[in-house]
């Protein structure tokens, strides 16, 4: 057998991130949360490894918030919580939908959305030996280096740095 390498290793590992997620949404339906949280925070996990794999950040949105309707249900607030700002630093304009998901869970995220805001943002300057690196923030394409994000909220991130011919960083 072989080990997926560069391209390769991205598409496996999020070809299991997507059979996960189909999983953990086929259990929450299932009425079965924690087998469905056991799927989202593995799947939400491997979209994260391969951020610079990923076309568009929808299906870590879609892990994160299935992971939050999960918990919320669960009355594990604080987890709910903790997802939520993962969310809102992924994509900070992010609605939910309030046809799809529960007025309670759709108010509280309003809130922390609110109070996210307000919180301290900062700019992140990437650069690298060789200009024109693909820069992924939080599993969002941004750019290429040099690089200079700005309104960055202050906290944990995923940044990789991909390039052809270089070793992802």
């Known amino acids: ?11 496996a590992g999020l070809k ?26 593995e799947a939400a996990s491997l979209f994260e490894q391969h951020a610079a794999g990923l076309e568009n950040s929808a299906q870590l949105v879609e892990t ?8 919320f249900a669960m009355q594990q607030t604080p987890l709910a919580q903790d ?17 799809r998901y529960p007025s309670t869970l759709v ?4 809130e922390l959305k609110s109070t996210q805001r307000s919180r301290r943002l900062g700019t992140l ?20 280096t040099p690089l200079k994000l700005v309104n960055i909220p202050v906290g944990a991130h995923t940044i990789v740095l991909k390039r052809p011919g270089f070793q992802d960083m």
Do not use: C, I, W
């Open 64 to 71: 994160y918030v299935l992971m939050a309707q999960v918990y």
């Open 83 to 99: 997802v939520l700002v993962r969310l809102l630093e992924l994509d900070p304009d992010y609605v939910l939908d309030v046809n």
């Open 107 to 110: 108010t509280y995220y309003e």
């Open 16 to 41: 299991r991130a997507a059979a996960l997620l189909a999983s953990g949404q086929k259990a929450y339906k299932d009425f079965r949360p924690g087998v469905a949280l056991n799927k989202l925070q």
């Open 1 to 11: 057998s072989t080990v997926p390498q560069g391209d390769n290793l991205y598409a």
């Open 125 to 144: 300057r990437l650069e690298s030996d060789h200009a024109g690196a693909v820069v992924a923030l939080d599993g969002s394409k941004r750019g290429k």
